[in-house]
């Protein structure tokens, strides 16, 4: 009789474990796309497998032995073809292969492998730069993340992302062939190279996380799945590299904005602002993880980075008892810092928001004028929504509501628009 828990096993151990599979499949057969698909064909292998046989007692290593033995078909079939090709050649008088040369597949598959947990973590971290490699698209690399290092299928990276499965799949297709294309190797990068291109493994997982936490459009706020991803993401980092200070920051900045989501939502599933949140249903145990993780960063002593100084602000909301008794003085220092280190039309819009509320409204009117006469985020319903609130703060009624009936305009999100219209109808 089947087991109807053996296909929710498949999925939990997949969760865990995909990454590694991957990774080290990749070290066996020194091919990446190769072991890509290895490893969905022993996940296939285990959906009809499992159900019907039971749970194995070492599931990891069932698959990664079922990827072994696809592996090891695959190197035969090449061979035998790879002999043909030199056996008609040989007859064309074009020469070829000898008889006593062995293909390059046959010396993979004779390639001694071994699970080595001092391996597993170059493995992972391999992937993570491999997925994030310079020569990918930022959506080929968020696509190919999720995929071999989260273990999601083109189905969920489909659904969160709100775009057709195809599209996801064809992102994952070409991204392998650049890969294969540019000869990229399967190997962590040295020191210098590393520390370049974590930038991009860490502005991928904060994509992740970002896209998760607020969603661009759709009708749900917060994309669980998504952000709970890019933390899971975010700590595997923090494990393979100690001793980077920013991976602290971002894992820091993730844990502490996750622990509002609790309170982010009504039952309804309407939107609930910072000012009328209930905070005893904020996660605390997620601000003490993400209270840690920044000191952690800070004990480095180079400076908070961008993620950091993100964590820090975050993190003055965290323990703050209400928004009134937020320490807005050291938001705004926070902002400027970041703004410095990392300036965007964001940063600025964030900076203005906690100086209206230090100082007033008065005092944050001129940078966000600024940044609209500047033709800042033009397509974002985010300039006009603060826009639209500060001149209702100020009683300018007539231009509040233009920029508000803007920003509805603008708003992908069915919840966020909801707040909007909401803020309009209070305007009268």
């Not at 087991?3 to 020194?30: C, K, Q």
């Not at 072991?35 to 069932?62: I, K, M, Y």
Request: aromatic residues 4%; proline residues 5%.
């Amino acid at each position: 009789m089947a087991d109807p828990t053996g296909r929710e096993a498949v999925a939990a151990v997949w969760r865990i474990e995909s990454a590694r599979i991957v990774g080290a499949l990749v070290r066996y057969t020194g091919d990446f796309a190769l072991a890509e698909d290895l490893a969905q064909e022993a996940l296939a292998e285990a959906l009809v497998t499992w159900p019907l046989d039971g749970v194995p007692s070492n599931p990891a290593g069932w698959l990664l032995t079922v990827g072994r033995r696809r592996a090891i078909d695959a190197f035969r079939r090449r061979s035998a073809l790879d002999q043909r090709y030199a056996t008609l050649a040989h007859e064309l008088g074009e020469g070829g292969v000898t008889s006593g040369s062995a293909p390059a597949g046959t010396a993979r598959a004779t390639r001694a492998v071994l699970w080595d947990p001092d391996q597993i973590d170059d493995d992972v971290l391999a992937l993570m730069f491999i997925s994030c490699h310079p020569v990918l698209s930022r959506e080929a690399s968020v696509a190919l993340t999720l995929r071999v290092v989260g273990g999601l299928t083109s189905d969920e990276i489909a659904k969160g992302f709100l775009v057709p499965t195809a599209t996801v799949q064809a992102r994952i297709t070409r991204a392998k062939k650049t890969l294969a294309a540019a000869r990229v190797p399967f190997e962590v990068p040295a020191a210098q190279e590393r520390t370049e291109r974590l930038g991009a493994v860490l502005s991928v997982v904060y994509l992740i996380f970002t896209e998760g936490s607020s969603a661009s459009s759709g009708d749900r706020l917060i994309r669980f799945d998504l952000a709970g991803e890019a933390q899971r993401l975010a700590r595997v980092l923090a494990q393979l590299v100690p001793d980077e200070p920013e991976v602290h920051g971002l894992l820091a900045l993730l844990e502490l904005t996750a622990a509002r989501f609790p309170a982010r939502t009504g039952p309804d599933g309407q939107p609930v602002l910072l000012e009328h949140q209930d905070r005893r249903r904020w996660d605390r145990s997620a601000i003490r993880r993400g209270r840690a993780a920044l000191a952690r960063a800070e004990r480095a002593g180079r400076g908070l980075g961008a993620y950091g100084l993100q964590a820090a602000i975050t993190e003055c909301h965290a323990v703050a008892p209400s928004v009134d008794a937020t320490n807005w003085e050291r938001v705004v220092l926070l902002y400027e810092a970041l703004g410095r280190l990392a300036p965007s039309p964001v940063v600025d819009l964030n900076r203005a928001v906690a100086v209206s509320m230090a100082q007033g409204p008065a005092a944050a009117l001129p940078i966000v004028d600024d940044l609209a006469a500047a033709g800042a985020l033009p397509n974002s319903h985010l300039l006009p929504s603060v826009r639209g609130e500060l001149l209702a703060r100020l009683g300018r009624t007539d231009e509040a509501r233009t920029e508000l009936e803007l920003a509805v305009r603008l708003c992908g999100n069915e919840r966020e628009r909801s707040v909007l219209e909401r803020k309009l109808t209070d305007l009268g």
